[in-house]
C-alpha cells in the first residue's frame, strides 16, 4: 500500500547532506526509512517510535552504518518525517522509501523489518558521487 508522500531526494558528491520528508504518516506511531539498491533486501536506515509521554516518549533506532550521520525526526502537526542526511557517502547511493505503523511494542517496530510495516511512499532516489 503507497500512501505516504516522500520528497528530497536528489544527487550530490560525498561529504555532502541532503534532507528527505514524508508526508501523510497520520496515526502512525513508529516511522521510519528504509533504503534499496538493486539486486538487495530492503534496509532499515532509520526508525522513529513513540509510545507515549507516560511512558519513554519518542526515540531513535539507527543501522549502525548511519549513526552520527543521520538523524530522524518528525512534525507531528503537519504529520510529516524527516531524515537528515550528513556526510554522505556513496554506499549512501539508494532508492529511499519511507513507512508508517502503528504498534505498542517498541521491539515491533524497531526489530519488525520491513515486512511489519503497512504504509508506504513511491520511493525517492539518492545518488552520492565521489
Known amino acids: 500500500q503507497v500512501d505516504l508522500v516522500e520528497s528530497g531526494g536528489g544527487s550530490v558528491q560525498a561529504g555532502g547532506s541532503l534532507t528527505l520528508s514524508c508526508a501523510r504518516f497520520y496515526g502512525a506511531n513508529c516511522v521510519g526509512w528504509f533504503r534499496q539498491v538493486p539486486g538487495k533486501e530492503r534496509e532499515g536506515v532509520a526508525i522513529?517510535?513513540?509510545?507515549?509521554?507516560?511512558?519513554?516518549?519518542?526515540?531513535?533506532s539507527y543501522a549502525d552504518s548511519v549513526k552520527g550521520r543521520f538523524t530522524i525526526s518528525r512534525d507531528v502537526t503537519k504529520g510529516t518525517v524527516y531524515l537528515q542526511m550528513n556526510n554522505l557517502n556513496p554506499e549512501d547511493s539508494a532508492m529511499y522509501y519511507c513507512?508508517?505503523?502503528?504498534?505498542?511494542?517498541?521491539?515491533?517496530?524497531?526489530?519488525?523489518?520491513?515486512?511489519?510495516?503497512?504504509?508506504w511512499g513511491q520511493g525517492t532516489q539518492v545518488t552520492v558521487s565521489s
Open positions: 513507512a508508517a505503523r502503528a504498534t505498542s511494542f517498541e521491539s515491533w517496530c524497531f526489530d519488525g523489518g520491513p515486512s511489519g510495516f503497512s504504509s
Open positions: 522513529l517510535f513513540d509510545d507515549g509521554p507516560l511512558f519513554r516518549g519518542t526515540r531513535p
